[in-house]
């Protein structure tokens, strides 16, 4: 079944244009084009204040002994600022990767010649009701889905009528358009990023983030094996010194991809095995050094501290967060979380080869204003690749959509 099945069967049973028409001086909303931005922008605004309020986030935060996290709940609390902030890659280190997007050609399927607009009319606002459940059902959060739903109505509310018989291709479009902007955040190349870093500092120190289980000890063989295979030399730091069991399973990767390990007996310090990585890294002249720090320990603050603390003593050049695709809308409040503490770089979603339903993707990058930047595809070292938007959006969509319908000479 597709991911939008249930959406398409309603949006398909719109046959008349004028089922979601009204004159074009009834326009409610000014025409999707020119206002986009604004509106886009002040929606996000909004639902990210309350997001940044989750009882979890409090919850956990006030929980906390550190001062540092006090002093963050504060903010949280206080401040309408800390989203816009949040919104802002702060340095220059990430190089981004262009793309034009999924280009949808809309034209030929508008007929000019009326004067008729599409209005929210109860057909319209039915079908957006629906897309809005099929979304949810999806895994995609709230906030994700609201933004989707606001985009469409930009994009849609006050454009000229559709020829007959192309309704569904306008809606798809709209929609597809949408979804493409919540992954397009900032979006930066990984390889590129990386190489520059070490152009520039000789080393890239990399610290992967994220709860137990989602594939960050896996994420580090794969981009230790993959900066390898590029020339690099590659030291992999065991600092999840809390679950029996991480330090071999990472030695074990380490021999396998031909990577370096530093590493001490389990129970020990997290953030001096990291240091001791860097410096290792610095006196043998390796070039890159991976953090693999645990994703459970008592309880979530004493997880949270710890990460803090291997962040302030190695001050890594990327934190990546690692999410479980399978995950689903928990993969999405796990990366808000993480974010707020460690202002993490990227994502990487891992576990995209099962049956994952794809809405966590959606929303991670809308939620966490940090794009997915890689994508675990299965459990061997090759199996990490770039996370390409339009890619993942027309796979995702594949079931439901037959991109080739927009075509100019498909619709005419
Ligand atoms: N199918 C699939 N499995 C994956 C992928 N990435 C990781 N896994 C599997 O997920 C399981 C957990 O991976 P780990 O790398 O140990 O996860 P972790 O985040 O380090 O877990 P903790 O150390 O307990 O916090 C392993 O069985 C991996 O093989 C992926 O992209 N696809
Ligand atoms: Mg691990």
Not at 131 to 158: N, Q, W, Y
Not at 242 to 261: E, P, T, W
Not at 384 to 395: A, C, K, N, R, Y
Request: glycine share 8%.
């Amino acid at each position: 079944m597709g991911f939008l099945s249930r959406f398409r069967r309603t949006s398909r049973q719109i046959s008349d244009p004028e089922q979601i028409a009204g004159e074009s001086n009834e326009n409610t909303t000014p025409p999707a084009v020119e206002s986009k931005g604004q509106e886009w922008d002040e929606k996000k605004e909004e639902v990210k204040i309350s997001e940044w309020e989750s009882p979890d986030t409090l919850d956990m935060i006030e929980k906390g002994q550190d001062k540092k996290l006090r002093k963050l709940s504060q903010r949280i609390t206080s401040s309408s600022k800390v989203a816009s902030k949040s919104s802002k890659i702060t340095t220059g280190k990430l190089i981004p990767r262009p793309s034009n997007g999924l280009n949808i050609d809309i034209e030929h399927l508008l007929n000019r010649k009326s004067r008729r607009r599409i209005s929210p009319t109860p057909v319209f606002e039915r079908m957006m009701a629906e897309l809005e459940t099929t979304l949810l059902e999806s895994d995609m959060g709230h906030s994700a889905v609201d933004a989707v739903l606001s985009e469409m109505r930009s994009k849609l509310i006050g454009a000229p009528l559709p020829r007959k018989g192309e309704i569904d291709k306008i809606i798809d479009a709209a929609l597809i358009s949408a979804l493409d902007s919540l992954l397009r955040v900032s979006y930066w190349d990984f390889n590129q990023t990386v190489e520059s870093i070490i152009q520039k500092e000789d080393l890239a120190v990399i610290m992967l983030v994220g709860v137990n289980g989602t594939g960050k000890t896996t994420t580090a063989a794969k981009i230790a094996h993959r900066m390898i295979k590029m020339g690099y030399s590659v030291v992999l730091g065991a600092a999840d010194t809390f679950r029996a069991g991480a330090i071999d399973q990472l030695s074990d990767h380490a021999q396998k991809v031909g990577a370096r390990v530093v590493k001490s007996q389990r129970g020990g310090d997290s953030a001096a095995i990291a240091r001791d990585a860097v410096d290792s890294a610095k006196a043998k002249g390796d070039e890159i050094v991976i953090i693999d720090t645990a994703g459970r320990m008592q309880n979530k603050t004493n997880l949270m501290q710890e990460l803090k603390k291997v962040h302030r003593v190695v001050s890594p050049h990327l934190v990546l967060f690692v999410g479980d695709a399978l995950a689903g809308n928990d993969a999405v409040e796990q990366a808000r979380i993480f974010q707020s503490f460690l202002n993490f770089d990227g994502a990487v979603l891992s576990k995209l080869d099962t049956d994952a339903r794809g809405g966590a993707a959606l929303s991670i990058a809308h939620s966490t204003n940090r794009p997915i930047v890689l994508a675990g595809i299965g459990q061997d070292y090759d199996d990490l690749t770039d996370f390409e938007p339009s890619g993942f959006l027309t796979d995702l969509l594949s079931d439901d959509i037959d991109f080739s319908r927009f075509r100019p000479e498909d619709g005419d």
